[in-house]
């Protein structure tokens, strides 16, 4: 045989992406819109997104079980349809979503703590800055927190008033 008959009759492979890598791009475009689903209208607003995508948005916004699925799915591909430069833009704007909570966290933990060792102080200096919370539950909470501190049980009641107050920050 030839060099050129070999060569022929060697097998010829496609050439095809990888699907492993394509279906963990899919995921991680479902989870942006799963998240999309659960911004508020103004938020969503501010986002550089068709209408037809905030239609989509909307229509899963009200939707429960299985059908949600197929929705965020369906908002999923019209995510990979959009221009880059604006998918772009979703995936900063979740990164900076995802570090406002973490520092919304983090003070919650640090207002926590400060509650505990300053006591009625910082509860007006914390209402005076959010109006929103509740003066009795917070001093609830926070005297609970301190007993629990002292006898040196679990943290349970401050990592309550910690949900608490990160939930006011939301607002």
Same mark, same amino acid.
């Given at each position: 045989?030839?060099?050129?008959?070999?060569?022929?009759?060697?097998?010829?492979?496609?050439?095809?992406?990888?699907? !492993?890598?394509?279906?963990?791009?899919?995921?991680?475009?479902?989870?942006?819109?799963?998240?999309?689903?659960?911004?508020?209208p103004?938020?969503? $607003?501010?986002?550089?997104?068709?209408?037809?995508?905030?239609?989509?948005?909307?229509? $899963?916004?009200?939707?429960?079980?299985?059908?949600?699925?197929?929705?965020?799915?369906?908002?999923?591909?019209?995510?990979?349809?959009?221009?880059?430069q604006?998918?772009?833009?979703?995936?900063?704007?979740?990164?900076?979503?995802?570090?406002?909570?973490?520092?919304?966290? !983090?003070?919650?933990?640090?207002?926590?703590?400060?509650?505990?060792?300053?006591?009625?102080? *910082?509860?007006?200096?914390?209402?005076?800055? *959010?109006p929103?919370?509740?003066?009795?539950?917070?001093?609830?909470?926070?005297?609970?927190?301190?007993?629990e501190?002292?006898? $040196?049980?679990?943290?349970?009641?401050?990592?309550?008033l910690?949900n *608490?107050?990160?939930?006011?920050?939301?607002?």
């Amino acid at each position: 045989m030839s060099d050129e008959e070999l060569q022929s009759t060697k097998k010829v492979y496609a050439i095809r992406p990888n699907k !492993t890598a394509l279906k963990k791009e899919h995921v991680k475009v479902q989870k942006l819109a799963r998240e999309l689903v659960n911004k508020t209208p103004p938020a969503l $607003a501010k986002l550089p997104l068709n209408d037809n995508l905030l239609l989509q948005i909307e229509v $899963a916004s009200q939707i429960k079980g299985g059908a949600l699925k197929r929705q965020i799915k369906h908002i999923a591909n019209l995510l990979l349809d959009l221009e880059e430069q604006d998918f772009d833009f979703l995936l900063d704007e979740k990164n900076q979503l995802i570090l406002a909570a973490a520092q919304r966290n !983090t003070y919650a933990k640090q207002c926590c703590e400060a509650l505990i060792e300053q006591g009625d102080e *910082y509860i007006s200096e914390l209402i005076q800055k *959010y109006p929103q919370l509740d003066r009795q539950t917070l001093r609830n909470l926070m005297l609970q927190a301190k007993r629990e501190k002292q006898a $040196a049980k679990s943290d349970k009641t401050q990592q309550k008033l910690a949900n *608490y107050i990160k939930q006011h920050l939301k607002a």
